[in-house]
């Protein structure tokens, strides 16, 4: 079972590493994740929510159970909204006190206790700031204490332990100055305060940036109507959307969205259903038709029965599996993890190896220098851009994928499709349109078409093939009867067998008739002909003649080529996969311009193909929308589901795409290339961030330009480039495929 709790102090990576670890020591916990920009912890297992809560507690982490969606949104903008403003509170009081110092020390003193007049000044400027770092900063020290008790380090513990001891060393110039020689007699309080404020300042930044990354969400939730008009005893009364029940009947009138998933049993209507399909022309809606939650009913006034209510509605699941692959971590990220898990401890040895060097052999004042380049290590170091760079760019991408209407079950598939090699298409439902029809009969028998069709039909009805729904469609529309089926057999691949009017009856592919030792001369210029044309036969025959041929054609999409052209101009090799005949796939794949093509596969070959594939060293992704194609979407390094075919395709795949597009494919192809080139900048950015910044900060530069990194200037670095990292992941807000 999966519970998410909300967290309130989590400030980087080496907090997201501690209380995964800690919540993973719990026996009933199976996995449990951090997603750091938006604060949450996923847990799946069977503790209780309340041992979670506990455990975070013993290591200093507040959590709160998320009850429901709409209150935990409402919950986390709300307190994201007062810690904004809180920091920004913060942050101004500390630079209003800070800035000034900074100034004097600049142009008016050298900050140094050389009188008893400059104790005065500056210890109650000491004191001042005592007061700020209390008021600004507060928060850091309690956490840095919280992890000192619990033997581990985070962020809070490098600004902690540098601002700390920056005021320390500076009180005890101002009480006892005699104890340090007269070039070492300055004081770091204005450093102090600066680097609060800035550090603050930048949160409050990241928080602002931050807000946009869930935008996609967001606006999702807002297609969803807080109230529906429910319809009973032929009177009409709003009632809220969590007392809607199933089959409850729903009044809804022009301009107004729908509130739940329902089929229309009076009237008709233009529904706009882009929010959730991307398809720019309302949809034609009359009785008998199914309309999705969210959805803007924009013309006619409709009757509707309530199918799908509250969290299992079409809109719901989305965004249930938006917020699922949000909270999910690709390969690339665990090496930020790593990283972050040791990189606190090792910061802190490396400023007290920093201050004993400077100490040992620097030049005097040693004890100024020493304080200025341990704190500026420390502070410079702090791993908040490397925790954010990942999640961030994850978050973002996901829910710019639900934009262009391809759903992604978690965030490894959005990497492991940037680096796609081979993708395999199915025929039926990918690039056909999936809605086959009756195009042809031909007997070759005595009995007529319609009878024919009759028998046909009447077995076909008891199968769940494609092609069977269009046979029995054809039937029916026809008026023609069907008769009662006995001793019903399907084979998988091949096709069925029963009797029908005492009848002794085969249906299926040329391959099932060989097996059954059927003469089929007599169709084969027919068969040849027609499967040239992209038409797939389906023969019937009783237990010693081909009785006839009935032909099925299946449109094949309008934007087919044009997407399959977009996929080959990127490199990536398409394999059509099929279990129709050679002919059919043969004429299909020359359509579409696919060079390669697998014909008459039966079902479970499927997956041994993409396997043999990907033992060729291919990274392999599949399209599909069938039952058959489950095994091939989970052997697939990706899945793609085209979005009306099975739930088991569904949950076999990686991404679903809503749009029911082969240009969907494509796009989530560039938007996981888009969203792992963000990945790597962000990475590569607070990789150099911290390797170029520790060392200047160290002082490697001092004997070569007598210059040494300020404290403050570190602070400001190091606050600005969680910023920097949340901008360049916003980036992907404005992507859009060619």
Known sequence: MSTTLLLENVSCAGCVKKIEARVAQIPEINQAEVNFPMRRLIIDGSATPDSVITALDEIGYRARLVISEEEARKEQKALALRQYHQKLMQSGIALALGIPMMIAGFFMDDMSVDTPQDQWLWGILGLLTLAILYYSGRHFFISALTSLRNATSTMDTLISVGTGSAWLFSMLVVVMPDLFPDGARHVYFEAAVMIIGLVNLGQALELRARSHTSDAVERLLDLQPKTARVVKDDKEQELPLELINQG??????????????????????????????????????????????????????????????????????????IRQAQNSKPEIAHLADKISGIFVPAVIVISVLTALIWYLFGPEPRIAYMLVTAMTVLIIACPCALGLATPMSVMVGVGKAADYGVLVRNAQALQTAANITTLVLDKTGTITEGRPSVDSIQSFSKLGENELLGLVASLEQRSEHPLAAAIVNQAQSLGIALYPVDNFISITGKGVSGIVQAQSLILGNRAFMEEKQIDITASEALFHQQTKLGKTPVFIANEKELLGLIFISDPIREDALAAITRLQDKGIKIVMMTGDNQQTAAAVASHVGIQDYIAEVLPEDKANHVKQYQQQGEIVAMAGDGI???????????????????????????????????????????????????????????????????????????????????????????????????????????????
Request: aromatic fraction near 4%.
């Open 628 to 738: 058959n194609d489950a095994p091939a979407l989970a052997q697939a390094d990706v899945g793609f589901a085209i979005g009306q075919g099975t739930d088991v395709a569904i949950e076999s795949a990686d991404m679903i795409l809503i749009r029911n597009s082969l240009h969907s494919v494509v796009d989530a192809i560039a938007l996981s290339n888009a969203t792992l080139r963000n990945i790597k900048q962000n990475l590569l950015g607070a990789f150099l961030y911290n390797s170029l910044g520790i060392p200047i900060a160290a002082g490697v530069l001092f004997p070569f330009t007598g210059l040494l990194l300020s404290p403050i200037i570190a602070g400001a670095a190091m606050a600005f480039s969680s910023a920097t990292v949340v901008g360049n992941a916003n980036r992907l807000r404005l992507f859009k495929p060619r």
């Open 248 to 321: 409850d009947l729903i009044r809804i009138r022009p301009g107004e969205q729908i509130p739940v998933d329902a089929l229309v049993i009076e009237g008709e209507s233009y529904v706009d259903e882009s929010m959730l399909t991307g398809e720019p022309l309302p949809a034609g809606k009359k009785v008998g038709d199914a309309v999705s939650g969210g959805t803007l009913n924009t013309s006619g006034s409709l009757l509707v029965e309530a199918v799908h209510v509250g969290e299992d509605t079409a809109l719901s699941r989305i965004i249930a599996m």
